[in-house]
């Protein structure tokens, strides 16, 4: 039976990850779908270095914690090594279990300054950011990457090897090239040769939406664990569900007021931070940010369109809340009925 693994100090069990995505993943997403259980190890949206060490504030809330929140990873991204072993003491002092290298971003705001996915073409550069990172911090770090930047030369086997070498305790591999972006299926096979090429722990990611899937992918990649992104997004359970099935635990599937509830309990995590930073008035951040989460969560779901366009309308915080309400209170809910998940490519999974 998998153990789960360890990373410095820290016990990642299960080994099932929540994956970092861009504009997604912050303090109060990860606070309240940790709640629901089944998380190993939760990593922020991705941080620029070079806004972080530049002192942009934007770049210093995304990497906020919870106190509760561990073990935890902080991922940045950048091309400037110095500037990215400075983030990195940055992360380690806010806290960070672990700090994260992303070569895994596809979007063409972070290659077009040749971070990212990017750094998958260019070995020598990664290598001097390990050695960087390495040199900075005392908590373990980790790198997460692609296949390649093409199919024509799937370079994460020798860079997993070369971060390895230099201290890297965990690697998490997508299964998709830069090129793919998100148009074709992952590929979870080639992370095998990734697998032959490492002995520190790997996580397989992409595409993995529930149990069959986590099983498939990590059959084919040999990984020792998953993570998981875009499915939460419309399934906030489906961490807790893939660990329950994979490792144990309690088969649970949510009721309407449980999927009412995760919305209220972020609605109230957003205003939390917002009132804190106070800069909220009169609550048009925290409205936007619930905006987006629904537009994920509610896709499928009958009269979810209409929710949707009627939320565009409110003006304060506690019309959205009678207005999700209403909508989980209709009779159709009460069944149990469950959303599909939607894999589509605008995803922001990096």
Known sequence: MNEGFQIGAHKIWPPVALAPMEGVTDRPFRSVIRSLGGVGLTVTEFVSSEAMTR??????????????????????????????????????GLGADIVDINLGCPSKRVTSGCAGSALMREPELANEIFDAVASAVTVPWSVKM?????????????????AQARGAQLITVHGRTKSDAYRYPARWAPIRQVRDAISV???????IVDAATARQA?????????????????????????SAELYG????EPTADDRKNFL????????????????????????AKLRKVIGYFSRGMHGSARLRATLQSVDTTSEARDMIGEFFARSFFQGGHQPG????????EP
């Open 218 to 242: 990590l059959a084919e990649s040999g990984a020792d664990g998953v993570m998981i992104g875009r499915a939460v997004m419309s399934d906030p359970w489906a961490l807790r569900r893939v």
């Open 249 to 252: 635990g309690e088969l649970w």
């Open 55 to 92: 002192d942009v504030r934007d770049a210093w809330r995304m990497a906020e914690l919870d106190p509760g929140e561990h073990p935890v990873s902080i991922q940045i991204y950048g091309r400037d090594p110095e500037r990215m072993a400075q983030a990195a003491r940055f992360c380690q």
């Open 201 to 207: 722990p790997l996580l397989v990611n992409g595409d």
């Open 341 to 348: 998940v939607d894999l589509h490519p605008d995803s922001p």
């Open 264 to 287: 209220f309990r972020y609605l109230d995590e957003v205003e939390i931070d917002a009132e804190r930073e106070g800069r909220d008035e009169p609550g048009r951040r925290s409205l």
């Open 146 to 162: 692609r296949l390649g930047w093409d199919h024509s030369d799937y370079t994460a086997p020798q860079i997993a090897a070369a």
